[in-house]
C-alpha cells in the first residue's frame, strides 16, 4: 500500500504573526467602543425604614423588596448592558437607624464582587434629632453623626481595586473611586451631604491629580426638579450645589457630570465650566411616588462611537420604563477621541 505523504503545510510566520496581530487588533478596537453602563440609585430611604414606616402607612407593608429588586436586577444585568458601575445618591436609610443600615447593606451586599459601587450620604443619614413624642417627628442633618461607617466599613471596600482613597482616613463619609470602560479612565468623587469648604479643596486635590480621568461628582443635594442648583437649608454647615458648582465643579477640565438624589422628581441642566467643558448635572428622585419609589431606577449607556449617553429611567419590579422627556433622553459626550481636557495627559 502507498503510504501517503504528509501534506506540505509550512506555514509562513510572517503571515501567521499578521493575522495574529490584525485579530488582537480588532478585539483591542472592539473591546474600545463598545457600550458601557452607569446605574444610579436614587433615594431608598423609603425601602429601608421599617420603625417608622412613613411610606408603609401610605401604601401598606413592608417595602424593602424594592431595594432587593435593584440590587438584584443589576446583578442579573450586569454582562448584557456591560454595567462598570453603580452609583447611590444618598438618603439610604431614613433615620440613620442600625435596623436600616441592616436592610441597606444586605440590599447593597448582593452587588459585592458582580458590580463595583459607590454610596454617598444625604441629610437623612446623619445628624438625626427628634423633635416631639410621635415616631413621625425627627429632624436631620443637625451634625455630620452617622452609622454608614459601620455598616458599609472602609475595612471593606479600601481592599478593592477601584478604590481610591477617602477625605479622613477610616471613613467612607468622602471617597473617590476609578474605573475603565470602553478604554477611558474614569474617576467618581463621592461628597458628603452639603460637603464642607475643606472637603471641596480635597475633591479638587483629588480631581487636579487624575487631569486624564473623565471625572463624574456624585453629591445628594445639588440640583432641584426646576433645574436649578440648591442653595440653602438645613443646620449643617456646608455647601449645596451653588456653591460645590462655583467652588468645585466649574473649576476642572475633567468633570463632565454630577449626579443628585434629594428632591423629588427629576432635573437635567448643562453648563459649561471654566474651561469651556460641558457638565451634564442630573437630578433623579422617585421617593415621593407610589410605595416609595417602587424600585425605579436610572440607567446611563454610554455609546463611545457615536459620542453619546443615552439615559433610561426604569422600573426592575414592574419591568416597565419611563418614557417622557424628562426621564428619556440622550446627552451628547465627547467621547470618539480624547476630550480637550484629557487629551495629551
Ligand atoms: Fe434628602
Known amino acids: 500500500m502507498k503510504k501517503l505523504d504528509a501534506p506540505n503545510f509550512t506555514p509562513n510566520r510572517t503571515a501567521v504573526f499578521f493575522w495574529l496581530a490584525v485579530m488582537f487588533l480588532a478585539i483591542g478596537l472592539r473591546a474600545e467602543t463598545r457600550p458601557f453602563t452607569l446605574v444610579v440609585l436614587p ?26 429588586d435593584q440590587t438584584r436586577w443589576i446583578r442579573q444585568n450586569a454582562k448584557r448592558l456591560n454595567i462598570a458601575f453603580v452609583l447611590h445618591e444618598g438618603d ?14 444586605k440590599a447593597m451586599s448582593v452587588l459585592d464582587g458582580k458590580v463595583p459601587y459607590v454610596l454617598c450620604l444625604g441629610n437623612h443619614d446623619m445628624g438625626y434629632r427628634k423633635t416631639g413624642n410621635s415616631p413621625d417627628s425627627y429632624s436631620t442633618a443637625h451634625d455630620r453623626k452617622t452609622l454608614f461607617n459601620k455598616y458599609f466599613p472602609y475595612s471593606k471596600y479600601q481592599k478593592l481595586d477601584q478604590f481610591g482613597g477617602t477625605f479622613t482616613a477610616g471613613r467612607m463619609d468622602n471617597s473617590y473611586w476609578r474605573f475603565e470602560a470602553s478604554g477611558m479612565k474614569f474617576l467618581i468623587l463621592s461628597l ?3 460637603p464642607r469648604d475643606e472637603v471641596l479643596e480635597w475633591a479638587s486635590m483629588v480631581t487636579e491629580k487624575h487631569p486624564g480621568h473623565r471625572t463624574i461628582a456624585l453629591t445628594h443635594s445639588y440640583l432641584d426638579s426646576q433645574n436649578k442648583l440648591t442653595k440653602s437649608g438645613y443646620p449643617v454647615q456646608g455647601n449645596l450645589g451653588e456653591g460645590i458648582w ?30 469651556g467643558n460641558p457638565v451634564h448635572q442630573l437630578l433623579c428622585d422617585y421617593q415621593g411616588m407610589k410605595n416609595g419609589g417602587e424600585s425605579w431606577l436610572r440607567y446611563m449607556t454610554f455609546y463611545p462611537k ?40
Request: aromatic share 12%; proline share 4%; with cysteine.
Open 43 to 68: 433615594d431608598t430611604q423609603c425601602y429601608c425604614d421599617t420603625r417608622h414606616a412613613q411610606s408603609a402607612k401610605k401604601w401598606g407593608g413592608d417595602l424593602r423588596r424594592y431595594f432587593f
Open 92 to 105: 439610604i436609610t431614613q433615620t440613620d437607624h442600625p435596623d436600616e443600615w441592616e436592610i441597606a447593606a
Open 192 to 194: 458628603e451631604f452639603k
Open 246 to 275: 462655583k467652588k468645585f465643579v466649574s473649576q476642572h477640565p475633567n468633570i463632565f457630570m454630577v449626579l443628585c438624589g434629594h428632591v423629588l422628581g427629576e432635573g437635567r441642566l448643562t453648563s459649561k465650566g471654566k474651561a
Open 306 to 345: 457615536k459620542n453619546k449617553i443615552e439615559v433610561f429611567t426604569y422600573n426592575p419590579s414592574l419591568d416597565t420604563f419611563m418614557k417622557g422627556p424628562k426621564s428619556r433622553f440622550a446627552l451628547q459626550y465627547q467621547m470618539s477621541k480624547p476630550s480637550a481636557s484629557t487629551a495629551d495627559k
